[in-house]
């Protein structure tokens, strides 16, 4: 069974975590302004279609 040689620094294991929550951070702020976008009807990038516009007969 493989096992690792030598103990990963805190620096590099801190980085690692660092970069984890940069990512997290970004894909956040990502959806929170798509979100915004499509209550603001001010959208472009995907269609969206509400709730009072589906009385299609």
Same mark, same amino acid.
């Given at each position: 069974?493989?096992?690792?040689? +030598?103990? *990963?620094?805190?620096?590099? %294991?801190?980085?690692?975590?660092?970069?984890?929550?940069?990512?997290?951070?970004?894909?956040?702020? +990502?959806?929170?302004?798509?979100?915004? %976008?499509?209550? %603001?009807?001010?959208?472009?990038?995907?269609?969206?279609?509400?709730? *009072?516009? *589906?009385?299609? *007969?």
């Amino acid at each position: 069974m493989a096992v690792p040689k +030598k103990r *990963t620094s805190k620096a590099k %294991s801190r980085s690692r975590k660092a970069n984890w929550k940069r990512k997290a951070k970004h894909a956040s702020q +990502k959806a929170i302004s798509l979100g915004k %976008s499509a209550l %603001s009807g001010k959208n472009q990038s995907f269609i969206y279609i509400s709730e *009072t516009n *589906t009385n299609i *007969t």
